[in-house]
């Protein structure tokens, strides 16, 4: 049974740090692009990073708004997706996803969210 479980939302002050957490389960991680999405109430879902899969293997890419405030990594022998998000501000507060893609197959999956509230 393929899962993905993103963890480590909570509610935090304007100008601190987070890392959030997506650990996979029931297929091949690192033969996955493993991406960051968020999703603010009312609003479409975003794109906000990514690390690609084989053959080009742990490239990253953000969003143009939050490159040099996030950082994503990998470890592909833990299955884990980690997004590091500093200097937080109220807008920062979608529920974020965790989404592999495997361009070979065509084949994708999706996390259920972790929620990041930003007191204000």
């Known amino acids: 049974q393929v899962q993905l479980v993103e963890s480590g939302g909570g509610l935090v002050q304007p100008g601190e740090s987070l890392r959030l957490s997506c650990v996979a389960s029931?297929?091949?991680?690192?033969?996955?692009?493993m991406n960051w999405y968020r999703q603010a109430p009312g609003k479409e879902r975003e794109w906000v990073a990514g690390?690609?899969?084989?053959?080009?293997?742990?490239?990253?890419g953000y969003s143009d708004c939050e490159e040099g405030r996030f950082t994503i990594s990998r470890d592909n022998d833990t299955n884990a997706l980690y997004l590091h998000m500093s200097k937080l501000y109220h807008e920062d507060t979608p529920v974020y996803y965790c989404?592999?893609?495997?361009?070979?197959?065509?084949?994708?999956?999706w996390g259920r969210g972790t929620q990041v509230a930003v007191a204000s």
């Open positions: 690390t690609t899969g084989p053959p080009t293997g742990g490239l990253t």
């Open positions: 989404r592999s893609y495997r361009r070979a197959t065509g084949r994708e999956y």
């Open positions: 029931g297929f091949i991680f690192s033969d996955y692009a």
